[in-house]
T-cell receptor, first 111, second 116 residues
Framework: QKEVEQNSGPLSVPEGAIASLNCTYS??????FFWYRQYSGKSPELIMF????GDKEDGRFTAQLNKASQYVSLLIRDSQPSDSATYLC???????????FGAGTILRVKS | DGGITQSPKYLFRKEGQNVTLSCEQN?????MYWYRQDPGQGLRLIYY???????QKGDIAEGYSVSREKKESFPLTVTSAQKNPTAFYLC???????????????FGDGTRLSIL
């Protein structure tokens, strides 16, 4: 079992729709959760981070964390073609206190 | 402008050669990291440094070496012992060590390394 799992996609949504990206993790002791966006050929860019159960909103982005079920999700409202990218989920690993990345989900927003 | 600068953008390595990738940050961050990304895969941690003059092996340190003599600099050497070096190398930094402080990591633009 991978430490951080994401559906590789591609996830295709029409422009203006809500895109929902999911991530599950295996370490129950994980404390911090991060979402990065990576355009093709570029480096990852931090979008959001969340530490507590529940929702955290920032503009069109909402991160949702459920520690009991060990999943974290990212919702993108009013999706735009410029949101088309790979979204990486990263989770701190309790043992060794390192950040572990999922392989990412490719999102395609069609205009 | 504050940020993380990686150089060169592209690098080619000959068989048996060591190459060094540069990473400089002017964010006054204590912690710095090196990751490797292969196509379709997540980032894997090579080495990290929580503070100047200290560094630790990550998950895939074999064939790599680092130094942290200055707070702003964390160069990575890919040695000839690394048999499959072709990848996208990413340097990151954070205010404090992510594992302890929950501080997010920010990335440089990366270096693409290929074998000639």
């Amino acid at each position: 079992q991978k430490e951080v799992e994401q559906n590789s996609g591609p996830l295709s949504v029409p422009e203006g729709a809500i895109a929902s990206l999911n991530c599950t993790y295996s370490d129950r002791g994980s404390q911090s959760f991060f979402w990065y966006r990576q355009y093709s050929g570029k480096s990852p860019e931090l979008i959001m981070f969340i530490y507590s159960n529940g929702d955290k909103e920032d503009g069109r982005f909402t991160a949702q964390l459920n520690k009991a079920s060990q999943y974290v999700s990212l919702l993108i409202r009013d999706s735009q073609p410029s949101d088309s990218a790979t979204y990486l989920c990263a989770v701190t690993r309790r043992y060794g206190n390192k950040l572990v990345f999922g392989a990412g989900t490719i999102l395609r927003v069609k205009s | 402008d504050g940020g993380i600068t990686q150089s060169p953008k592209y690098l080619f390595r000959k068989e048996g050669q060591n190459v060094t990738l540069s990473c400089e940050q002017n964010l006054n961050h204590d912690a710095m990291y090196w990751y490797r990304q292969d196509p379709g895969q997540g980032l894997r941690l090579i080495y990290y440094s929580q503070i100047v003059n200290d560094f630790q092996k990550g998950d895939i340190a074999e064939g790599y070496s680092v130094s942290r003599e200055k707070k702003e600099s964390f160069p990575l050497t890919v040695t000839s012992a690394q048999k499959n070096p072709t990848a996208f190398y990413l340097c990151a930094s954070s205010i404090g060590w992510t594992g302890d402080s929950n501080q997010p990591q920010h990335f440089g633009d990366g270096t693409r390394l290929s074998i000639l």
